[in-house]
């Protein structure tokens, strides 16, 4: 049983329905000769209600079968029979012999993703859907190399592509597993772009061949110098990839 | 097994509507439901305590999303400390004044919103809440009425939130 007056706990039990009926008929008295808390009361009731009602569309979303329990429960079982299986393997491997157990480890394990994956996947993020915002924008006394240098003082000169109407516009620092890498976009008047990202050499310390790879949409020319490594992104078959692809040396 | 898949089922839309109130992003909010299914499910049999399911499960998302936030948060601080500034929210959402109760809802604090929404939207018991909070229940009693005064506030357009103002 509550005392008289309600403390302000009390009343907000009353909203939520959570006193018993005799605390129940206490407070509804009280509140109907008390104005004041009665219309805070108020308040908190027409909140919850209009609460509510705003939450209320968020349950109808189409379904996603995806999150449907038979199939995740499917899927569960799937993953702990790859566990259990890669875990078979590697038995078997290292008990017929050390050398040949560590090539099974090797062949179990997902390989190391394509060169240049990170700067391609910046790319779509930052050039194509703008979803992360640019930390630096070239002005009309702007100095991008400038930017650059404040982060990587020992790598490559940003190279110059204005001979095909690029000019750099802005910048963006990202991370990597092995320290800070940077995205630099370019942009011609055509509103066309480029990106020249740079970032510490990845796992195992390699450096790049210079070489060219598509993934999709995109064609990423890369190289190694002065310790890092080094992208231009663009999407394929436009001239801005020819050219890129001509380019011997950045 | 079927008759949890049913009872899982009419859950499910709850669960989505309370993870996109925490992540503000439906395509997030389906990944994280996704993996406190997954969580649920795969310790199902030596986890799943006697009571209300449902709250089992908010306990599970709320958990996974503190826990996938305060990862983001260090990432985003990483990144402060290399560009000296703050990239984890635009200051676009800083400056919004609320007008309508979903958007004063938006500003309130994680554990706020996630209040708010289990008591008086899906009507959780004060206890089933200091449960999954893991706090008594005074506790969840007094911070619930600063939710519910905050919410007031900033459905009357009185204030701003305090933190609308740290930052630029």
Redesign the interface.
């Known amino acids: 049983m509550i005392s008289m007056p309600p403390s302000?706990?009390d009343l907000?039990?009353y909203v939520?329905?959570?006193l018993d009926d005799a605390d129940r008929r206490l407070v509804k008295t009280y509140l109907e000769n008390n104005p004041e808390a009665a219309a805070q009361v108020r308040?908190?009731q027409q909140?919850?209600q209009?609460?509510?009602a705003?939450?209320s569309g968020?349950?109808?979303?189409p379904v996603?079968q995806?999150?449907?329990?038979?199939l995740?429960?499917q899927?569960?079982k799937h993953q702990s029979h790859r566990h259990l299986a890669s875990a078979a393997v590697l038995l078997i491997a290292v008990s017929v012999g050390g050398l040949s157990g560590w090539q099974a480890r090797e062949m179990t394990l997902p390989g190391a993703p394509p060169p240049m994956t990170d700067a391609m996947q910046a790319y779509r993020l930052i050039a194509q859907q703008g979803i992360?915002?640019a930390?630096y924008k070239v002005n009309a006394d702007g100095d991008m190399q400038g930017w650059l240098d404040r982060?990587f003082t020992r790598a490559n000169r940003l190279p110059d592509l204005s001979g095909a109407g690029f000019k750099p516009v802005s910048g963006r620092?990202l991370?990597t597993e092995q320290g800070?890498a940077a995205m630099v976009v370019y942009e011609d008047q055509g509103g066309h772009k480029i990106s020249f990202y740079v970032r510490p050499p990845g796992p195992k310390n390699y450096l790049l061949p210079r070489g060219s790879r598509s993934d999709g949409e995109l064609q990423a020319e890369y190289w190694s110098g002065s310790g890092y490594n080094y992208a231009m992104v663009s999407p394929s078959d436009t001239p801005a990839a020819q050219m890129l692809k001509q380019t011997a040396q950045f | 097994m079927n008759e949890i898949d049913e009872q899982l089922r009419e859950i499910i839309p709850r669960l989505r509507r309370f993870a996109v109130s925490l992540t503000r992003n439906p395509s997030s909010a389906d990944d994280l439901v996704q993996s406190s299914l997954e969580r649920a499910l795969s310790s199902w049999a030596d986890k799943r305590p006697e009571g209300d399911l449902r709250a089992w499960l908010f306990s599970i998302l709320y958990r996974q999303f503190l826990d996938a936030h305060r990862r983001t948060r260090r990432y985003a601080r990483m990144l402060e400390f290399f560009t000296g500034r703050d990239d984890a929210q635009p200051s676009v959402e800083r400056t919004v004044i609320a007008q309508s109760t979903l958007q004063a809802f938006d500003q309130l604090t994680t554990e706020q919103r996630a209040l708010l929404l289990w008591v008086s939207v899906e009507g959780l018991s004060y206890k089933e809440v200091a449960e999954i909070l893991d706090v008594p229940t005074g506790t969840v009693m007094s911070r619930l009425s600063r939710a519910r005064q905050a919410l007031r506030q900033l459905s009357d357009g009185e204030i701003t939130s305090p933190s609308l103002r740290i930052l630029k």
Not at chain 1, 66 to 70: G, H, K, Q, T, Y
């Open positions: 302000e706990r907000h039990a939520d329905h959570q308040a908190w909140d919850a209009q609460l509510r705003a939450l968020a349950l109808q979303q996603n995806e999150l449907d329990p038979a995740i429960r899927r569960l992360l915002p930390d982060y620092l991370s800070p």
